[in-house]
């Protein structure tokens, strides 16, 4: 921002300054030059937007934290289907199929990811209400004053609190995103599979080589197993990891945030303490549900290529060799979609928070 008052003043006349047209320069009514950022939203937008802001909030952050991350999504994916490193498949992938496979199928999620983050956050924040309300009820207690109260620390009823709410939020949202993390996974196999069983074969197999895609990959669940044993392959699996994972996840964020920011007198929505805390969410999260992760990857993957034949669910292996290969590469993924997401979800709603609904 300029510092010269000349710039502050309003324009005596039609005519321009020197240099200037006189449709280059405009002027908002209280005289400073307007521009995209003296945009000043209407009563409705704000009281709209106070409203929904949990919603605004974490879908636009979705979308940013999805795509960024979304070629070390696609690495991992491989590497837990295929038993191969991390350099190994970063190098086959982009020799063979060009720099596009790493973002290969990234719209569906992109749009499934961003509705099922929002619903998330939403059942999220309703539940976490109702247990905080619960609580007071039956202890005197309450988890989101002591969470939000200076100078305090996480104890038992603010975990309580927050991981029943990620738990329930986890349980319902699988419903939605499990057929989308089906197709996901299709088409991010879909290249490697090409190469193992060649096209000749499908050929043979089909009389037509078999057309890839998520609404393509759909269709042939759909048709060849059904509407719950093919969009749903996977279900009981998906739900234990995010039933589990998103308690963790919601429980590590809000207890490392006020740990971070409100416990040191800072305020809650501190940047430092917000990047920390959506990192170590994100990395403690992938840590302990990771074998859960591989078993539903190597389950589902078997299913896409069975047709309707039966395929035995596998053995969550904890602690036994194969069972965190790519766990690396998935806790940096994690680390930085929730370090991004977290980011500017809290950005978002600190700046929709502080609109003046007074206004017109």
């Known amino acids: 921002m300029s510092s010269r ?5 309003p324009a005596p006349t039609t005519t321009a300054p020197a240099g200037e047209s006189p449709s280059s320069s405009s002027f908002s009514p209280k005289g400073k030059k307007a521009n995209i950022m003296s945009y000043q939203p209407s009563k ?15 879908s636009t952050s979705s979308l940013a934290s999805t795509f960024v991350a979304f070629p070390l999504d696609f690495a991992k994916s491989r590497m837990q289907s295929y038993q191969t490193g991390f350099m190994h498949t970063i190098k086959d992938a982009y020799r063979v199929e060009g720099l596009r496979a790493f973002w290969r199928g990234v719209l569906p999620p992109l749009i499934s990811i961003m509705t099922v983050r929002t619903i998330s956050f939403s059942i999220y924040q309703k539940a976490k209400y109702w247990a905080d309300r619960t609580i007071v009820t039956a202890t005197g207690h309450s988890p989101l004053l ?3 109260a200076p100078g305090s620390y996480p104890n038992i ?23 989308f ?19 000749i074969d499908k050929v043979a197999r089909t009389g037509k080589e078999a057309k890839t895609g998520s609404w393509a990959t759909a269709r042939r669940l759909l048709r060849d197993r059904g509407f719950f044993r093919g969009l749903y392959a996977g279900y009981r699996l998906h739900l234990l990891r995010d039933t589990i994972g998103t308690a963790i996840y919601f429980t590590t964020y809000e207890s490392a945030k006020q740990m971070l920011a409100n416990a040191r007198g800072k305020s809650p929505t501190s940047p430092y303490a917000v990047v920390v805390a959506g990192g170590l969410c994100g990395i403690l999260t992938t840590s302990m549900i990771y074998p859960v992760d591989v078993a539903k990857t190597l389950y589902q993957k078997a299913l896409l290529s069975a047709g309707s034949a039966h395929v035995e669910r596998p053995a969550i292996k904890v602690f036994q060799q194969g069972a965190y290969r790519g ?12 370090s991004l997401f977290f980011s500017n979800f809290e950005f978002i709603k600190k700046h929709i928070n502080a609109l003046d609904v007074d206004e017109d």
């Open 5 to 9: 008052k000349d710039n502050d003043r």
């Open 44 to 58: 409705n937008v704000k009281q709209f937007a106070k409203k929904y802001r949990t919603e605004i909030a974490a």
């Open 146 to 148: 002591i969470a939000n």
């Open 157 to 179: 009823y603010t975990m309580t609190c927050f991981g029943f709410a990620g738990a329930v939020s986890g349980a319902v949202i699988t419903t939605l995103s499990c057929p």
């Open 181 to 199: 993390e089906l197709t996901k996974l299709s088409e991010q196999l879909a290249g490697k599979e090409a190469r193992e069983q060649k096209a």
């Open 327 to 338: 766990l690396t590469v998935s806790m940096l993924r994690s680390c930085v979609i929730n």
